[in-house]
């Protein structure tokens, strides 16, 4: 991990970075890179009435806080859900100031069979801006019919439980299953078993810099 100095997590919305990569970027934290976290959503239009807008932005700040990340590398951007696909140059053009201004090593985002609209567009245009990076495409099982999973980050336990913690922080969303402390720890321990490890995130090999 002390090869990568620089890593940018692009997360379509938030708790998407956390829920995909959390763990590794604990650990990437751990091992001294810089972690810069970006979410092109804070879903102001789409919470339910009874919360204030802001929520997700800042349960975002304390989850993404308890995993390295410094405050001042979490960008926001405030895109509405859903709507992606109708912004994507705007999209572009902000990964393209992002890789000019933070010329990340490494950058986590969805995979490329990602069947979210959004997340879709933030994986194509993640290729356009960042050509000459070392990229990963995390996986979010409840959105992707198939995951080639040909990447492995080995994870302490430490790393599992930083990442639940940080996935606790988002009280707004926790009605969903999949931010099941049980759901988060056993895909973590399956793909942990698939090379004899404790535990790992599995990740597809979008493009490789060596």
């Given at each position: 991990m002390k090869q990568f100095e620089k890593v940018l997590v692009l997360a379509p919305h938030t708790d998407d970075g956390e829920l995909g990569c959390g763990a590794t970027i604990h650990k990437l934290s751990e091992a001294g890179a810089e972690v810069f976290y970006v979410a092109f959503s804070i879903c102001t239009r789409s919470l339910p009435e009874h919360l204030h807008p802001m929520t997700l932005a800042e349960e975002v700040k304390k989850a993404t806080e308890l995993l390295g990340v410094k405050?001042?590398?979490?960008?926001?951007?405030?895109?509405?859900?859903?709507?992606?696909?109708?912004?994507?140059?705007?999209?572009?053009?902000?990964?393209v100031m992002l890789e000019k201004k933070i010329k990340p090593d490494l950058v986590l985002m969805p995979c490329s069979t990602d069947i979210h609209q959004d997340h879709q567009t933030i994986y194509a245009e993640g290729l356009r801006a960042f050509k000459q990076t070392t990229i990963l495409g995390y996986e979010l099982p409840w959105n992707n019919l198939s995951f080639t999973t040909n990447t492995f980050v080995t994870l302490s336990e430490n790393n599992v439980q930083q990442k639940i913690k940080a996935l606790n922080e988002y009280e707004s969303q926790k009605a969903r299953s999949y931010l099941n402390a049980d759901f988060i720890r056993s895909l973590a321990k399956t793909r942990g078993v698939q090379i004899a490890a404790d535990y790992a995130e599995a990740f597809e090999l979008i493009r490789w810099i060596i």
């Open positions: 405050k001042e590398n979490l960008i926001l951007y405030d895109y509405d859900v859903r709507h992606f696909p109708s912004i994507r140059q705007t999209l572009l053009e902000d990964m």
